[in-house]
């Protein structure tokens, strides 16, 4: 167990930067930190950082360490884990990553309804608008829509999540239409903060790739179909998003003639967590709740009459 406990101390002192701000975060002395990296380093025959007065750095021997170490700590906690939870009801805590829009409008209460069906999966739920390595930040899945993957991560996809670039009639008859996506760079362009201002299109099989300019980025997508909608400029956006603004005539779309390539809402699960009993039951009902309808088109086919 002690040589755990080291590894578990140089994780810390990955995460923290310093092996003070990793004993604050263990609630332990930095004395005691050290202890347990030259115990390590001992063991290893290596070191495993570059000391300075300045700043911690990882050697090539530690870089090594590190994604090895959390991938035993990792096995042994889960190790735990499914041993505890292996009777008939399912029990252990899953601490989930997804988007914060997109758990608002659907995948929230997805999330909700299946705790309500496996009472003794206890959830963490965090919303974060960015890619995360659920092996280096310690989630048990990952939901999210865009293309980043890891080593030691499956993808598991969920459904396709279409996307469209819209403006508001006004922008456009102040501004002109653009006719062809090198045009956006003569445009005011507002940008969603996951995903950035390359823009790509396709055009007969060819991908059209355009870095715009932007004078307004936001990380939630209602707030920027509303700046849209204010017609301050051009925006990339999920089409299930801007649908019911496209419908009402207050925005339109562009450059239809250059289609966006669909992002793809998935699961990220770190390898060797694939086997727990509640990451399969979770996996199963998201997959179920999202082929082969995706929940915004499950949606809008509830909301359109017989």
Not at 156 to 173: E, F, H, K, S
Not at 263 to 273: M, Q, S, T, Y
Not at 280 to 306: F, N, S
Request: aromatic share 6%; charged share 25%; proline share 6%.
């Amino acid at each position: 167990m002690d040589t755990l406990d080291n590894m578990r101390t140089f994780i810390s002192v990955v995460k923290a930067g310093s092996f003070s701000a990793a004993a604050r975060g263990m609630d332990t002395v930095p004395s005691v930190v050290a202890k347990r990296i030259n115990q390590l380093e001992h063991m290893m025959k290596a070191s495993l950082f570059h000391r300075s007065t300045r700043r911690l750095e990882l050697t090539t021997v530690g870089h090594r360490c590190h994604e090895r170490f959390l991938s035993i700590i990792t096995e042994v906690d889960n190790a735990f884990k499914d041993i505890a939870g292996s009777g008939t009801r399912l029990e252990e805590r899953l601490r989930i990553k997804c988007p914060t829009t997109l758990t608002i409008i659907h995948f929230g209460d997805l999330l909700t309804r299946f705790q309500a069906a496996h009472p003794g999966i206890k959830l963490e739920l965090v919303l974060l608008d960015r890619s995360v390595n659920p092996l280096e930040e310690a989630f048990d899945v990952a939901i999210g829509a865009l293309p980043t993957s890891y080593a030691n991560v499956a993808d598991i996809p969920l459904c396709p999540m279409p996307r469209t670039v819209i403006a508001a009639p006004g922008y456009l008859a102040r501004a002109g239409t653009p006719t062809d996506p090198r045009d956006l760079r003569d445009h005011d362009c507002l940008a969603f903060l996951a995903t950035g201002t390359n823009w790509q299109f396709r055009r007969h099989g060819e991908l059209v790739t355009v870095d715009v300019p932007t004078n307004f980025s936001v990380n939630d997508s209602h707030v920027l179909l509303r700046a849209v909608e204010d017609e301050m400029g051009i925006a990339m956006l999920a089409r299930h998003i801007a649908c019911a603004s496209l419908e009402a005539g207050r925005v339109v779309e562009v450059l239809a003639d250059y289609p966006v390539p669909d992002l793809w809402v998935k699961a990220l699960v770190p390898e060797n967590r694939r086997k727990s009993p509640a990451i399969r039951a979770l996996i199963e009902w998201l997959i179920d709740a999202c082929q082969p309808l995706a929940p915004w088109d499950r949606l809008r086919g509830a909301e359109t009459p017989a």
